[in-house]
């Protein structure tokens, strides 16, 4: 099969109204990438070694976005909308460069997975000229039925156009299709525009394919793999069963998930095994997780690293460039941003360190912080290994604290401390004896004072 040679045409053109939105349908995301790109994704993985966007509403937008997702993507502007096969047709020099294989796919059917596409492929492979991907939803209004004969596949008819019998049929069209790359034009070409929508359906293949004497065959795929896009909430339930098979796919590779319907993962989690997450934790894009990492309950991370052996949360707060080292430790409503944590380094409680490096072993005190920005410009705070910085203490970047230095609470640390030294940047503390009686009694009188004053008002 690697030898056959595959192109995947996507077709993205429509508006999608019935998003309400001002970014076009395709580009809402899936898992934190726009579910056109989880489309790609599924052709590529399916062999698709070229892929042929065609976009029409929003094209700028989409040209930007694909330039992300799928850089070597060829896009076609699809001028006017007249129909699905008029949408592939937008892709008429791609498709004319002669590929063995055509992968026809909808931008708005994120779930669709590779398996399901390689089976259509290796149809191709054995000599079918047109394979159309059904799949038996639980309502199948507005779908395409999957019409047949003496076990052969001879039309695909639009709800619209369909007899009243056809209408009981449940085998519908999931909209994903492969065609013989030798055939596609000519079929395609052959299309018309005379149903009840007036547009060219790409369905039509199916009948022209059939009539030639062309082997033509249905596939069937699961109704989850198959859905397609319309509104938000659709979006929700395809968001929904993405994370289900994830969760599933990260509890087999040996992730424990304690409550797995309340963890949440992006499209790139990678996350090792015997690491151990607890309930309500949000993996956002670009995070990388070894093995045997503990996080806590109510987590939030987007694009950390976490070595193996760390523990962090709950409540913690990893933000890009947030970086921990072997064992390292990052505790309750801490936030790390742009830092290193390195080896078996602690950041316990209540802290914010970015822009910063904690050496191996240091241990950062409750509430201290590193003061990186100034309003202007971030700046860089050193911590060096096996240093011990006070409670609530301020460092305040640029700076640097020595290996094994020692920072006193509640300091505001302005200058540089070498290695070994101690440093207070606090006012000294003043202690008066039998001064606090005094002092109430001086309110006290005070008060009643007050008080006497306002009663001879009256
Ligand atoms: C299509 C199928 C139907 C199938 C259903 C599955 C056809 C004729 N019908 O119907 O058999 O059961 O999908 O969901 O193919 N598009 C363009 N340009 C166009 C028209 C459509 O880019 O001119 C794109 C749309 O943006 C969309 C996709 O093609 O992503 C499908 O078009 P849509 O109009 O939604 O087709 P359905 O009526 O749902
Ligand atoms: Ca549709």
């Known amino acids: 099969m690697s030898q056959r040679s595959c192109l995947s045409v996507i077709l993205a053109a429509g508006e999608g109204t019935r998003m309400k939105s001002a970014l076009p349908k395709v580009l809402h995301q899936i898992a934190g990438l726009p579910m056109v790109a989880h489309v790609v994704k599924a052709a590529e993985a399916a062999g698709a070694g ?36 008029h949408a592939v047709l937008a892709a008429r020099d791609a498709i004319s460069k002669g590929y063995n294989d055509i992968l026809v796919m909808f931008g708005d059917t994120p779930l ?84 009840a929508k007036g547009e060219y359906y790409l369905t039509d293949i199916v009948e022209i394919a059939s009539g030639q004497g062309l082997d033509v065959v249905a596939t069937e795929a699961s109704f989850e793999s198959a859905l397609g896009i319309n509104n938000r909430a659709e979006l929700a339930q395809a968001e929904g069963i993405w994370q289900a098979r994830r969760r599933h796919e990260a509890m087999l590779s040996g992730v424990t998930l304690i409550a797995p319907e309340t963890v949440y993962f992006s ?10 997450v607890e309930p309500n934790v949000w993996f956002g894009p670009g995070v990388k997780i070894a093995t045997g990492a503990k996080i806590h309950a109510f987590s939030h991370f987007e694009g950390a690293t976490i070595a193996s052996n760390c523990e962090v949360g709950p409540f913690a707060r990893l933000r890009p460039g947030a970086d921990l080292r072997n064992k390292a430790k990052v505790g309750n409503f801490c936030e790390v941003k742009k830092a290193t944590i ?47 910085v006070g409670s609530n203490s301020s460092l305040v970047a640029p700076v640097s604290i020595g290996k094994r230095g020692y920072i006193a609470s509640g300091s505001v640390i302005t200058e540089s401390v070498p290695d070994d030294a101690l440093a207070f940047g606090r006012a000294r503390q003043k202690t008066i004896p039998g001064k606090a009686k005094e002092l109430r009694e001086r309110f006290a009188s005070a008060a009643a004072a007050k008080k006497k004053a306002a009663g001879a008002d009256h």
């Open 50 to 85: 070229s892929q042929a966007l065609v976009i029409g509403h929003g094209a700028d937008e989409m040209r930007k976005a694909a330039s992300k997702f799928a850089p070597k993507a060829e896009t076609f502007v699809q001028e006017k909308r007249l129909g699905t096969a």
């Open 267 to 276: 499209h790139d989690t990678e996350i090792g095994a015997d690491t151990i």
């Open 342 to 388: 390195e080896e078996g380094a602690k950041v316990n409680h209540l802290t914010y360190i970015g822009d910063a490096r904690v050496g191996a072993g240091a241990n950062i005190g409750a509430g201290a912080i590193t003061c990186n920005y100034d309003g202007y410009s971030k700046f860089f705070t050193d911590i060096g290994e096996g240093a011990f």
């Open 112 to 195: 669709i997975d590779a398996d399901a596409l390689t089976v259509a492929r290796l149809k191709l492979a054995e000599g079918a000229a047109v394979v159309v991907i059904g799949f038996r939803p639980p309502n199948p209004t507005g779908y395409g039925r999957l019409i047949e004969k003496g076990g052969k596949l001879i039309a695909v008819r639009e709800e619209k156009d369909c007899s009243a019998e056809e209408r009981k049929i449940g085998f519908c069209n999931a909209g994903m299709m492969a065609v013989a790359g030798s055939q596609a034009l000519t079929l395609l070409d052959a299309v018309g525009n005379k149903n």
